[in-house]
C-alpha cells in the first residue's frame, strides 16, 4: 500500500510541477509584455505603437486561450487522494491479497453560480431558416441549423456567411453532435422514422437508424443517442449495436427537448411548462414548474459547471441551477429574442449559441 501511494502521489506532484511551469512560463511572458507596453508609451511612433501593441494583444489573447484550457478541460484541478479499506481485512482474512487500494479524483477549480454568470453577445448570425429547431456548434467554428420546413440541414461558416446545405428526407427536429464533424438529426413527419447520422465533412448521410415514432429533442453520451419520442417518452438507441430501450416511459408534449450532464438527464415539456431532472436509469430526481419563469420551455442545454439553460419560446433565456431550485432569466426580447427554439453550449470555448425559430441565432460568451 505505501509503495501504491509513492507511485500515485509521484505521479500527481509531477502533473502539478508541469502546470506551476506553464504558469511561470506565462508570468514571465506577461512581465515581457507589460515592459514592452511601457516601452511603447516612451517612445515609439504612431506606426510602431501600433504595431508592437497588435502583437502583444496577440501574444495575451494566446494566453488566455491557454488559461481558459487550462481550466475548461476538467484535466486539472484540486487532487484529493483516497484509501478505500478491503472489507475483507475486518476478519482478518488469510487470503487477503491487500489491505485495499488508493485512487485519485481531481475537482474542477472554478464552478460558477447562476448567480455570477453574465453573458457577452460575440455576433448575430442570419440562420436563412424560417423554422430552427436544432442547433449546434462545430470545433471549426461552423454554426449548424435544422431547418424543420425546408427539410434540411443548414451550415453557416464562422465568418457568419452561408456554407452549404444538406437535405434529408423528413422533417428535422433536434440535433445532437456527435463529434466534431458528425451530427445526428432526429426524424418528424410521417412514418418510417429514421434518425439521419451525417458526416458535415463530407456532406453525406453515414447511417440511418430505425426508430418508432417521431423524435424531438435528442443528446450524444458515450456511444448513445438519448432522445424524446413522441408517446413513448424517452429512449436512447446504441449507435454500435442498435438497441434501442426505454429510460423513462411518459407523455412528452410536442417539441420536448433533452440535455444531459454527466449521468443525469434534463428534459423540457412546453405543454406542462416543466423542466424534469432525471438520471439515466428513469428516476426523476426533480421537476421545476413555474409558469412566472418558463412559459413554453423549448431548447435545453447545460454549462461545465451542471448549470441548466433553457429557452422559452416566450422571449426568454433561463437558467436553473444544478438542483432545479433557484433560477436567474439571462436575456429577453430587448436582447434579440424573438420565439426562441433552441440553445447549444460549446464545452472548448465555453460559448452558448441560442437561436430563434426564424433567421437570427445570437452567439454568446460565458462570462
Avoid at 488566455?64 to 478541460?73: A, F, L, Q, R
Avoid at 488508493?102 to 453574465?118: D, G, H, N, R, Y
Avoid at 411548462?273 to 447545460?302: A, S
Wanted: negative net charge; glycine residues 6%; charged residues 25%.
Amino acid at each position: 500500500m505505501s509503495k501504491e501511494l509513492l507511485e500515485v502521489t509521484n505521479k500527481a506532484k509531477k502533473k502539478s510541477s508541469d502546470l506551476n511551469g506553464v504558469i511561470n512560463e506565462m508570468e514571465r511572458s506577461i512581465v515581457e509584455q507589460q515592459s514592452k507596453i511601457d516601452k511603447i508609451k516612451k517612445d515609439a511612433i504612431d506606426l510602431q505603437g501600433f504595431l508592437s501593441i497588435k502583437s502583444t494583444e496577440a501574444e495575451l489573447d494566446k494566453m488566455d486561450k491557454t488559461v481558459n484550457s487550462i481550466i475548461n478541460d476538467g484535466e486539472d484541478g484540486l487532487i484529493s487522494i483516497n484509501f478505500n479499506l478491503d472489507p475483507a481485512i475486518e476478519n482478518l482474512a488469510l487470503n487477503t491479497n491487500s489491505f485495499g487500494h488508493v485512487t485519485v479524483e481531481i475537482k474542477p477549480f472554478l464552478s460558477k453560480s447562476i448567480e455570477e454568470i453574465s453573458l457577452d453577445l460575440q455576433k448575430t448570425i442570419n440562420t436563412q431558416v424560417k423554422q430552427t429547431e436544432g442547433c449546434c456548434l462545430l470545433d471549426n467554428g461552423k454554426s449548424v441549423f435544422s431547418d424543420f420546413l425546408k427539410d434540411r440541414l443548414t451550415v453557416i461558416s464562422e465568418n457568419g456567411e452561408l456554407d452549404f446545405q444538406i437535405p434529408i428526407k423528413s422533417s428535422l427536429h433536434g440535433l445532437a453532435a456527435i463529434d466534431s464533424q458528425t451530427i445526428a438529426i432526429s426524424p418528424g413527419g410521417s412514418a418510417p422514422h429514421v434518425i439521419n447520422i451525417v458526416d458535415i465533412k463530407d456532406k453525406s448521410i453515414m447511417k440511418t437508424i430505425p426508430v418508432n415514432s417521431e423524435v424531438d429533442g435528442m443528446v450524444y453520451r458515450e456511444d448513445n443517442l438519448f432522445y424524446c419520442a413522441r408517446g413513448d417518452g424517452i429512449q436512447k438507441t446504441n449507435l454500435t449495436n442498435g438497441v434501442t430501450a426505454t429510460i423513462l416511459q411518459c407523455n412528452l408534449g410536442q417539441f420536448a427537448n433533452i440535455a444531459n450532464f454527466k449521468d443525469k438527464l434534463y428534459v423540457t415539456d412546453r405543454d406542462e411548462h416543466t423542466v424534469t431532472c432525471c438520471n439515466i436509469k428513469g428516476t426523476i430526481l426533480w421537476t421545476f414548474q413555474d409558469t412566472k419563469v418558463l412559459q413554453r420551455p423549448w431548447g435545453i442545454t447545460v454549462d461545465k459547471d451542471g448549470n441548466i439553460y433553457v429557452v422559452d419560446w416566450k422571449d426568454k433565456l433561463v437558467v436553473l441551477s444544478t438542483d432545479g431550485k433557484r433560477y436567474k432569466q439571462l436575456l429577453s426580447a430587448k436582447d434579440g429574442l424573438k420565439s426562441p427554439t433552441t440553445v447549444f453550449y460549446h464545452k472548448s470555448t465555453n460559448q452558448l449559441l441560442v437561436a430563434n425559430e426564424k433567421n437570427t441565432a445570437l452567439l454568446y460568451k460565458l462570462v
